[in-house]
């Protein structure tokens, strides 16, 4: 038998037309693409807002070195003036009160100038005491005023204690004088001029005193010893 050979002819496939557009019908491989579409999307998206969402928590230990540094000052100069203003209340000046000038008295003519020391106190110089011969006088004297016995004793205490019976008996800080210590001493005037030196003078006088203020020696006495004076 003869050999028959067959010849298949193949339909040529036609290409579609150069700048022509592919279409797609197959509508599931277009829901896949807008799925990838989406996660890719959400990458980006959680990369740049939160890119450390998912890591791990940061260790709070540190294994390395500190390097030792230095901080520079920084200085500041400024120039200019600063004044300071005080204030305060008003105030007045009032002159001092002048001294007061007390001149001293010029003794006149025919007075003694001698007749008180500097002080102003009676010049003891003046006198001589004589203590034992005042008594005697100051004795006589008494018991013509009846003061005899205790008053004379008390006479003799008082004014042993006042004066120790010294006719120029001087207090420098009060200027008390004489026997009867009279203050001042120019009080004993009244009962003569020679009250500065003469014992009976000075004596009369302090007898009147004893007798106008106490009555008796005993009295003075007793109130001498209770004030320390009389």
């Known amino acids: 038998m003869a050999k028959h050979s067959q010849t298949v002819v193949r339909p040529q496939s036609v290409s579609p037309a150069r700048g022509a557009a592919r279409r797609t019908g ?22 740049a807002v939160a890119p450390n969402l998912n890591a791990a928590p940061a260790s ?40 007061i000038i007390v001149e001293a008295a010029v003794p006149t003519a025919g007075s003694s100038a001698s007749s008180s020391s500097d002080d102003g106190c009676p010049n003891p110089d003046l006198a001589t005491a004589d203590p034992g011969g005042a008594q005697a006088i100051a004795q006589t004297l008494a018991a013509e005023r009846g003061w005899t016995g205790a008053q004379f004793d008390a006479l003799i205490a008082l004014w042993s204690r006042e004066s120790g019976w010294r006719v120029n008996a001087l207090n420098s800080s009060s200027c008390a004088y004489g026997i009867p210590q009279a203050l001042p001493g120019s009080k004993m ?11 009976a003078t000075q004596i009369l006088w302090g007898f009147g005193y004893i007798a106008g203020r106490y009555g008796d020696p005993i009295s003075a006495l007793a109130h001498s010893d209770a004030n320390h004076w009389y």
């Open 26 to 47: 197959n509508p599931g491989r277009v829901a896949l693409q807008i799925v990838g579409l989406a996660a890719v999307s959400a990458c980006l998206f959680v990369t």
């Open 60 to 99: 709070a230990s540190f294994d390395g070195d500190f390097a030792q540094s230095s901080v520079s000052t920084q200085k500041l100069d400024v120039s200019g003036s600063v004044a300071a203003s005080v204030f305060r209340d008003a105030y007045s000046v009032t002159e001092a009160p002048k001294p």
């Open 189 to 199: 005037a009244s009962a003569g001029a020679d009250w500065q030196t003469n014992p």
